[in-house]
């Protein structure tokens, strides 16, 4: 069969774009070159409906050891009885658990889009504001701090079958506890998406949600530096709410609710490919070198904010204490749609992003979000935070002339030849 030169030069390039700029996308990170090579692997050719030990396909003895590896290794990281590893992406996880504990129509309450939350916490556009009857809370204005005192009336008024907490840009962390005790006087469950944040916690660098979230759901391609996909994980199993029984009259606790969810409720066929470059990234993260690489990112994340702080960016609630940070940019008279244009052309790569409040739409913005996890992957130091404002700054006062971007450009392609990424690739 001949060779696809075209799509193979495609992705030479854009192993090159990845190499000669600047990442601070906050849910992009650079993984091994290990899980790689698992995910082109022959793995890809094996369907596995069903779950280790049960499956519909024949020929599953050596994917059900990989993904069992998969879901004890999870298990280890997080000290958790149950995961499930088998999601294709965080939105997906996230379907799952709805699929699992609501019926059409039921109340959720997640955090807004607009003030940080996420599609999946019920935003209209998304299934999860069209099959649920979705309410939100907010940040408080003068601090950008979750509103609890929101999330507890709003709670109490409406009793939601579920509360969903984390987000998409947030930078600070979450009072778990706090949102467990409301809905145990409401009757509602909880879930926690910790899709940005999952590889702090699992070095407890952040609070743990585990022992005050019914659920606990990421992705592993942000901070835990793994594949893109997504995970399922309880600390603790426990008797499904709703009485449901199996053909024996006993009753079904919800791990084998969840299991049902994802397979066959939302997905057919588990990406086994995956699933062992799941594996792997799950191992890293259970070494010491990883710790080293979590504590790393807060202190890059720590120093970025405050160089910015210097430079007079108004960053929500004012810092961060992740790896992410969202920046207000109207005091720079620039729109976080042109501020992300500005900022492609000198190879730094960020997203523009709604601020709490925002006057401007979600086409346009006022904020940029900016994340640390994918430049500490590449070896950078606090240290190197500075010229990443400098260069920011110079292109967001600068964006409309292009001398100045292709300066900034020159000067983030020589920066980036300290920080080599995949040398193996040639």
Same mark, same amino acid.
């Given at each position: 069969m001949?060779?696809d030169?075209?799509?193979?030069?495609?992705?030479?390039q854009?192993l090159?774009?990845q190499r000669?700029?600047?990442?601070?996308?906050?849910?992009?990170?650079?993984t091994s070159?290990?899980v790689i090579?698992a995910?082109?692997s022959v793995?890809?050719?094996k369907?596995?409906e069903?779950y280790p030990g049960r499956?519909?396909?024949?020929?599953c003895e050596i994917?059900?050891?990989?993904?069992?590896?998969?879901i004890?290794?999870?298990?280890?990281?997080f000290?958790?009885?149950?995961?499930?590893?088998?999601?294709?992406s965080?939105?997906?996880?996230n379907a799952?658990v709805?699929?699992a504990v609501?019926?059409?129509g039921?109340?959720i309450?997640?955090?807004d889009l607009s003030?940080?939350g996420?599609?999946?916490?019920?935003?209209?556009?998304n299934?999860?504001?069209k099959?649920?009857e979705?309410?939100?809370y907010?940040?408080?204005k003068?601090?950008?701090l979750?509103?609890?005192?929101m999330l507890?009336?709003k709670a109490r008024?409406?009793?939601?079958?579920?509360?969903i907490?984390?987000a998409?840009?947030?930078?600070?962390?979450?009072d778990y506890e706090?949102?467990? #005790?409301?809905?145990?006087e409401?009757g509602?469950?909880?879930m926690?998406d910790?899709?940005?944040?999952a590889g702090?916690?699992?070095k407890?660098? /952040?609070?743990d949600?585990?022992d005050?979230?019914?659920?606990?759901t990421s992705?592993?391609?942000k901070?835990?530096?793994?594949?893109r996909g997504?995970?399922?994980?309880?600390? #603790?199993?426990f008797?499904?709410?709703?009485g449901?029984?199996d053909?024996?009259g006993?009753?079904?606790?919800?791990?084998a609710?969840?299991d049902?969810?994802?397979f066959p409720?939302?997905?057919?066929?588990?990406?086994?490919?995956v699933i062992?470059?799941?594996?792997?990234?799950?191992?890293?993260i259970?070494?010491?070198e990883?710790?080293?690489?979590?504590k790393?990112?807060?202190?890059n994340?720590?120093?970025?904010?405050k160089a910015?702080?210097d430079k007079d960016?108004? /960053?929500?609630s004012?810092?961060?204490?992740?790896h992410?940070? /969202?920046?207000d940019?109207?005091n720079?008279?620039?729109s976080?749609k042109k501020?992300?244009q500005a900022l492609?052309?000198?190879?730094?790569?960020a997203n523009?992003?709604m601020v709490?409040?925002?006057d401007?739409s979600?086409?346009i913005t006022s904020g940029?979000?900016?994340?640390v996890?994918a430049?500490?992957t590449?070896?950078m130091?606090?240290?190197?935070m500075?010229?990443?404002a400098?260069?920011?700054?110079?292109?967001i006062?600068?964006?409309?002339d292009?001398?100045?971007?292709?300066?900034?450009?020159?000067?983030?392609?020589?920066?980036m030849?300290?920080?080599p990424l995949?040398p193996?690739l040639?």
């Open positions: 001949q060779r030169t075209q799509i193979f030069n495609l992705i030479n854009e090159h774009r000669s700029g600047i990442e601070l996308i906050a849910s992009e990170n650079f070159l290990q090579q995910m082109g793995l890809t050719n369907y596995a069903g499956r519909y396909y024949a020929g994917v059900d050891q990989t993904e069992q590896l998969a004890n290794r999870l298990k280890q990281i000290n958790i009885e149950y995961a499930n590893v088998q999601p294709h965080g939105a997906q996880a799952a709805h699929l609501l019926k059409p039921d109340k309450l997640g955090l003030m940080g996420h599609l999946t916490h019920g935003s209209p556009v299934y999860s504001g099959l649920y979705a309410h939100h907010g940040v408080v003068e601090t950008g979750v509103d609890y005192e507890e009336q008024e409406l009793k939601p079958q579920l509360i907490c984390g998409s840009a947030y930078s600070r962390d979450w706090r949102i467990r #005790k409301v809905a145990d409401v509602a469950l909880v926690a910790i899709a940005h944040p702090l916690i699992a407890g660098l /952040l609070n949600p585990f005050h979230c019914h659920f606990v992705t592993t391609h901070t835990l530096r793994g594949p997504g995970i399922i994980m309880m600390r #603790k199993d008797e499904n709410p709703f449901i029984t053909n024996k006993n009753v079904r606790m919800m791990s609710l969840l049902l969810a994802v409720g939302i997905q057919g066929g588990p990406l086994e490919h062992a470059a799941k594996a792997i990234a799950f191992g890293e259970l070494s010491d990883y710790t080293d690489y979590a790393q990112i807060l202190k994340s720590q120093a970025l904010a910015f702080v960016y108004n /960053l929500i004012n810092g961060t204490d992740n992410l940070m /969202l920046i940019l109207r720079k008279n620039i976080g501020a992300e492609v052309k000198a190879e730094i790569t523009k992003n709490p409040f925002d401007k979600a086409f940029v979000r900016f994340g996890a430049i500490t590449r070896g130091k606090e240290n190197d500075q010229f990443i400098d260069a920011v700054d110079k292109i006062t600068n964006a409309d292009e001398s100045v971007i292709l300066s900034v450009k020159k000067s983030v392609n020589e920066f030849e300290q920080f995949y193996e040639g």
